[in-house]
């Protein structure tokens, strides 16, 4: 049986538009970073202690910003506390006020207890009063760095980034739930979703990390080793392949029960995502960066070239990854719940949801990671591996 | 070492505090939540609503796409241009086992083309396939007949599953309703909802569906599209109602839902559906 | 060793901000929220106060009392007054002034009478339709044995919208 092309009446919009692709794309990022500190903070990979503070300033900027779409996007943004109020524990979406606050707190906390040691040193010597009080008022009045502070402290950021990584993950996971729960949309329904939006995120907040490392030395405000960029890159290699895994399973479960899903996936991939989702996501998007990576495993970091190709690479993924959660949201949306009629979207550059905003949107966590690396320094406190700590002993600790 | 392990222990029982406390409120009764429908005295407060349980049924052989329901539903209920809370859809299934589908402006203003001149003045029916003439050939129209659509108002529904805020939600006499105080206009319930039945008010952003004419039931009206059907094709009708008509004709006919493999359990029932239906 | 300060202080003042911000999300729970199940249940009257705006043929009838008999016992007995009087009775005594539209101009063209008679291969087969407009006209016109029939090309020129079905045994 075939069907001439229909819409359902109601079907004409494209309610989820730009805003709901930023979202994801930020949420991941958070993760992403978040995952990346806590490979040096948790499980001790020493490799990465270049930026294991930087990514997570640079996951709290992006987190400061991951509210901002969903308002853009709310017809009623006024109302958006009523989804703390009055949560409805069967939706997905009612988790996120709650989740968000918690890893917040994880997260600020984590920040706050890395970066003690120049909080308490800040309080002591700032030249002006008023720093010293802000300084001593983040410090909640103590000024203790003695070992067994600095000890349990570590301790702490231990154990906040083992709640963290579950949290970090509920936070971008629970979106790819949001997606992958809806029987109503065959795109979207797979219980493989929140994987493939997890491991993405880990993907994008590797690249971000990467491209940003790589920026950031060259300038001299980040440390510089090709430890860590090689570990960074290998760990998006193995992102990237476990990434490609999940999506391609689910592709090819839909095509092998080839049910009525597969009958308007296959029409979606075919036309309406042809170019976008064929071509550019995985044309561009995985097989360039996962190619390169692939290369990079066999050789020697010291090179310009790596640095080159890790760059690439790493720009390549992050792409891949906007280009996915357009892919699905916008996908998701481009064809009638009637599964015989399919829609076009084309943003416009001055909506509320439009163009301009989402640059604006994703430009603002950068400009917020500026403001913040004023405050904190990027570079890892020196003291913190054992050979350096004699250099730094010239200050004695008080109390 | 020891200390160490004190250490460790004290953080421990601090987290686990910190989570026994976000559990606790968590599971802190909301205000009433406690209180269940039976468990309401009705008063002169709570009127009739306890005493019925809505129940829709679409007889698809007797509609014949005249377009008064969503005329009518426009009327009654302000819905915006372009946005529909009921529509009729129109199937023609040709020689060749091809299934045209439209819904011209949702079946505002009925099937008629836009250019009455052709048909008001040529003898020749519609040639060039399915349409008012009935084609030629392959193009022939073997089977044919309308089917009108709404909110199927489920009992397992996935829209309400969805809305974040409560907003949504199933009255305790079985309607899908949508507290427009309280939505905050996620569309989330739009994209949960397999029939299309729900869309974003243009003006009012928040979401909007059909309410069964929820102010004339409760009145002991007949919803709008029901009152204008010239043919009967659709019912409605309280199913705690002995002797009401619709409870015998549910019990009699054969009956089908759509989409019945998502398992919504729609309470909006037709009659002669065929397996081509969207 | 004990707990750093700061971090019982830390420790304290997330609990602060949590029991603070519950006490805070718990005070904003609308007033019959839980009433009736999980959703604001002052909604429930609100939703039901709105008035009807279709009121049925038996309200016209107050007044078009030959009227509503003749459409009743007609074929038209089913389809509401409303449905060809397009803007419907508002409950208001001051008819026609209250509602303009149903006075000024009942859609007298062929398009009213025929979104529902037009033939399509999708309408029901008993249902009465015209597959062929000017061979209705052609063919039926005579027999209703008036003068002017090539004057006669709107439905209600013939049939009465009220009582629509032509009893030619009275004519012919």
């Not at chain 1, 067994?148 to 739930?177: E, M, R």
């Not at chain 1, 029987?183 to 995120?201: C, E, G, R, Y």
């Not at chain 2, 023609?92 to 008001?120: M, W």
């Not at chain 3, 604001?40 to 008999?69: T, W």
Request: hydrophobic share 40%.
């Amino acid at each position: 049986m075939t069907y001439s092309e229909y819409l359902f009446p109601n079907d004409m919009h494209i309610y989820w538009s730009l805003m709901i692709v930023t979202y994801p794309f930020i949420t991941g990022l958070i993760a992403g970073a978040f995952m990346a500190s806590a490979l040096f903070h948790v499980f001790g990979l020493q490799e990465l202690k270049p930026i294991s503070r930087f990514a997570l300033l640079v996951s709290l900027a992006f987190m400061l910003c991951a509210t901002l779409p969903l308002l853009f996007h709310l017809g009623h943004p006024e109302r958006a506390l009523n989804v703390v109020v009055t949560p409805h524990w069967h939706s997905a979406m009612a988790g996120f006020g709650f989740i968000y606050s918690f890893y917040l707190v994880v997260l600020t906390m984590e920040i706050w207890l890395s970066y003690w040691e120049e909080i308490v040193t800040y309080g002591r010597t700032s030249a002006s009063g008023m720093k010293k009080t802000f300084w001593r008022a983040i410090a909640l009045g103590a000024g203790e760095t003695s070992d067994d502070i600095k000890q349990a402290n570590k301790k702490a950021i231990y154990i906040l980034g083992l709640i963290g990584i579950p949290s970090a993950c509920t936070l971008h996971g629970y979106v790819g739930f949001i997606f992958g729960s809806l029987k109503s949309n065959p795109w979207w329904s797979t219980p493989l979703m929140p994987q493939v939006f997890l491991l993405s995120a880990i993907v994008s907040g590797l690249a971000l990390l990467i491209v940003m490392y790589v920026a950031l030395s060259s300038k001299g405000y980040l440390t510089w080793s090709t430890k860590c960029l090689k570990t960074l890159c290998f760990y998006l290699w193995l992102a990237m392949l476990f990434y490609m895994i999940s999506e391609g399973l689910e592709i090819l479960f839909f095509y092998y029960e080839s049910s009525d899903a597969w009958f308007v996936i296959s029409t979606l991939l075919f036309t309406k995502l042809w170019v976008s989702f064929v071509v550019v996501q995985i044309g561009i998007g995985v097989v360039v960066p996962f190619t390169l990576l692939s290369i990079m495993l066999f050789m020697k970091e010291d090179q310009g070239l790596y640095t080159t190709m890790a760059v690439i690479a790493a720009a390549t993924a992050l792409f891949e990854v906007w280009m996915m959660r357009w892919n699905i949201v916008i996908g998701g949306q481009q064809f009638s719940k009637s599964y015989v009629g399919f829609r076009s979207y084309h943003p416009e550059w001055l909506d509320q949801e439009g163009i301009l905003t989402t640059m604006g949107l994703s430009l603002l966590p950068f400009f917020l990671l500026y403001v913040l690396t004023r405050i904190l320094p990027m570079r890892e406190a020196a003291e913190a591996t054992e050979e350096e700590k004699p250099l730094q002993s010239g200050e004695p600790a008080e109390q | 070492m020891d200390k160490k392990k004190k250490n460790r222990r004290a953080f421990i029982k601090s987290a686990g505090h910190a989570l026994a406390g976000l559990l606790m409120v968590v599971a802190i009764p909301k205000p009433g939540w406690a209180q269940r429908i039976h468990d309401i005295e009705v008063g002169e407060e709570i009127p009739d609503w306890l005493d019925h349980y809505w129940v829709y049924l679409i007889d698809t052989t007797k509609c014949i796409g005249c377009g008064a329901c969503v005329r009518a539903d426009k009327r009654e209920n302000g819905v915006p241009p372009m946005f529909f809370r009921t529509w009729v859809e129109r199937y023609q299934i040709t020689e060749d086992n091809h299934v045209h589908v439209d819904s011209p402006d949702g079946g505002y203003g009925g099937f008629l083309p836009e250019d009455l001149a052709q048909l008001l003045t040529s003898a020749e029916k519609d040639p060039a396939g399915p349409g008012r003439g009935g084609g030629k050939g392959k193009n022939k129209v073997t089977k044919g007949f309308f089917v009108p659509k709404m909110c199927n108002h489920c009992r397992n529904t996935p829209c309400t599953q969805v809305c974040p805020v409560n907003a949504s939600y199933q009255s305790p006499d079985g309607v899908v309703l949508v507290d427009k105080t309280r939505c905050i206009g996620c569309s989330y319930c739009v994209q949960a909802c397999p029939y299309g039945s729900r869309y974003i008010h243009p003006e009012k952003h928040t979401a909007d569906k059909c309410t069964w004419c929820y102010h004339r039931i409760t009145k002991g009206l007949m919803p709008a599209c029901v009152t204008v059907c010239p043919t009967g094709a659709r019912k409605f009708g309280d199913l705690k109602d002995e002797s009401s008509e619709i409870k015998k004709l549910l019990a009699t006919q054969r009956l089908n839902v759509l989409k019945p493999e998502l398992n919504t359990e729609p309470f909006c029932f037709y009659i002669g559906l065929d397996q081509s239906v969207r | 060793m004990r707990t750093p300060k700061h971090l019982k202080r830390a420790l304290w003042i997330i609990a602060l901000l949590f029991v603070a911000g519950n006490a805070v999300r718990l005070l904003a729970v609308p007033e019959s929220f839980g009433q009736f199940g999980e959703f604001r249940g002052a909604h429930l009257s609100e939703e039901r106060e709105r008035d009807p705006v279709h009121r049925g043929s038996e309200v016209c009838g107050e007044c078009h009392d030959e009227r509503l008999e003749e459409k009743n016992n007609g074929a038209h007995g089913p389809i509401p007054c409303e449905n060809c009087h397009f803007q419907p009775y508002a409950g208001d005594e001051t008819h026609p002034e209250a509602h303009p539209e149903i006075s000024q101009s009942p859609d007298r063209s062929q398009r009213a009478c025929l979104t529902c008679h037009q033939y399509f291969p999708a309408r029901p087969q008993a249902f009465p339709q015209l597959a062929n407009f000017p061979e209705h006209i052609a063919t039926n016109g005579p027999k209703l044995k008036k003068d002017d029939v090539g004057a006669h090309t709107l439905c209600v020129h013939c049939h009465n919208p009220h009582d629509p079905k032509i009893d030619l045994g009275q004519n012919g």
